[in-house]
């Protein structure tokens, strides 16, 4: 299995070598047929050396490579539709520490592979052997230097008149600085910069928004006075939000909080992995509107995005990325300021939102046992279950935890949920503690 839950990750020198990333790229161009198809990436060291595969694979294809250089992958997807093209390729580590590397293949409506189309694509490149075309029908490789120009133009005419907020945007020295910059810039709006160079060892913080890497980000914004902040990831995908006290708001809550906004224009439903918090369950019964349950990760959102086109009007996970299906089918941290910026009232009615109390805790266990771990607790465990992705156990109203195997690390994720955040933490504590002996069960099944 080389795709996990969103794209392919691993280590350029064990399962995500530069001959693997090839063969993979040439079998996502045989089973979408793709001619022209743009290419971009994240900064990170071993990017570019995937990326130098990803190019020669498609070329080797006869495919028009638009290579837009280092570019946040939700401009690489967004310029698909600005470049005419009809998919994109973005090699990136992501969220991810700086040793991991990755690659995102997406389909002609801006959107990564979906789950089926994941596995199809797996089916070909376990049977493919490199074999180019003709000389004369090789592809040609085309350097996009109006990347930031093009995308400027793009999410400007997406986005509405908005309210000249000072806040504070923290790039995680990834490849969104420049991007973020040239919008705001644009709009002349009220900002600044915090790790805005694009430094792929990330020696400010690591790229993941999380709690424990915001601390200093959250202190900038207390202490200098800002109505917000919004901090995203290596790839410029994930927007997490800060009050103007310096507290960090989950994901899950900014989520539900523009899920009542777009549902206020328009009725429809509403897409969130399983692992949100129920936050989004009271916005989905004050609205009264369906709510989609996927498993994690975007391939999932995406695919249930697909399926209700017609119908969904947002989807979020609870990393901090939101789709509005209009413009683009996923993550975009510069364009979700953006539509935070279009709410005169943003930081008022973000504070509205019902709150619960997700922790998330993990434990490392192997890629080889994982899956059979997570099969042990289910044995072990009894009560209400949903089994969409991992096993999500209920206790009573409002009380669950969630045990699932994560699709990108070899680490089994423990969520424990709650209005109080004591509970929350037993939830999530109990669960660990359960993990660690199934895990040790499993393992002793093999001596």
């Not at 990333?21 to 198809?37: E, M, P, R, S």
Request: a positive charge; charged letters at 30%; glycine letters at 8%.
């Amino acid at each position: 299995m080389i795709f996990g839950t969103s794209g392919a990750r691993g280590f350029i020198d064990q399962n995500l070598k530069p001959n693997l990333v090839y063969k993979l790229t040439i079998a996502y161009q045989k089973y979408t047929g793709y001619k022209k198809v743009v290419v971009g990436q994240d900064d990170r060291r071993q990017s570019k050396i995937l990326k130098g595969a990803v190019i020669d694979a498609l070329l080797s294809q006869g495919v028009h490579v638009l290579d837009v250089g280092a570019a946040p992958t939700p401009v690489i997807a967004r310029l698909t539709k600005e470049l005419e093209a009809e998919g994109a390729v973005a090699i990136t580590g992501s969220h991810t520490p700086p040793y991991i590397a990755g690659v995102l293949y997406f389909l002609e409506d801006t959107g990564e592979l979906g789950l089926k189309d994941s596995a199809k694509v797996e089916k070909i490149f376990e049977k493919i052997s490199d074999s180019p075309v003709g000389w004369k029908k090789l592809g040609r490789l085309e350097q996009v230097d109006d990347a930031i120009e093009l995308y400027v133009k793009s999410v400007l005419r997406d986005a509405k008149k908005v309210k000249n907020y000072r806040f504070i945007f923290d790039a995680a020295n990834g490849v969104a600085g420049s991007y973020a910059k040239a919008v705001f810039e644009e709009l002349g709006l009220n900002y600044s910069m915090l790790n805005h160079l694009p430094l792929g060892s990330f020696p400010n913080r690591l790229p993941s928004p999380t709690l424990q890497h915001l601390k200093k980000t959250s202190k900038e914004v207390r202490e200098k006075g800002f109505d917000f902040g919004v901090a995203t990831d290596a790839d410029g995908d994930r927007a997490i939000f800060i009050d103007n006290i310096g507290k960090i708001i989950l994901g899950d809550i900014t989520g539900a909080y523009f899920a009542s906004r777009a549902l206020e224009l328009k009725r429809g439903k509403i897409v969130t992995p399983i692992n949100s918090s129920d936050s989004i369950i009271e916005i989905a019964k004050k609205h009264g509107i369906k709510l989609i349950w996927t498993k994690v990760g975007p391939p999932a959102i995406v695919d249930a995005i697909r399926k209700n086109k017609k119908d969904t009007v947002f989807a979020f996970e609870e990393s901090g990325k939101y789709i509005w299906p209009e413009t683009l089918l996923y993550g975009d941290s510069v364009y979700s300021v953006l539509k935070a910026l279009e709410d005169p009232q943003f930081t008022e009615n973000l504070k509205e939102i019902p709150r619960f109390y997700v922790i998330k805790k993990e434990v490392r266990c192997a890629d080889e046992i994982k899956y059979t771990v997570i099969k042990e607790i289910d044995k072990m465990t009894d009560g209400k279950k949903i089994h969409k992705d991992g096993i999500k156990i209920y206790y009573k109203k409002h009380a669950w935890m969630l045990v699932r195997a994560s699709g990108t690390e070899p680490l089994i994720r423990v969520f424990g949920h709650d209005k109080v955040l004591k509970n929350a933490e037993n939830i999530a504590s109990s669960g660990v503690e359960i993990v660690k002996e199934a895990k040790k069960k499993v393992e002793g099944s093999f001596h």
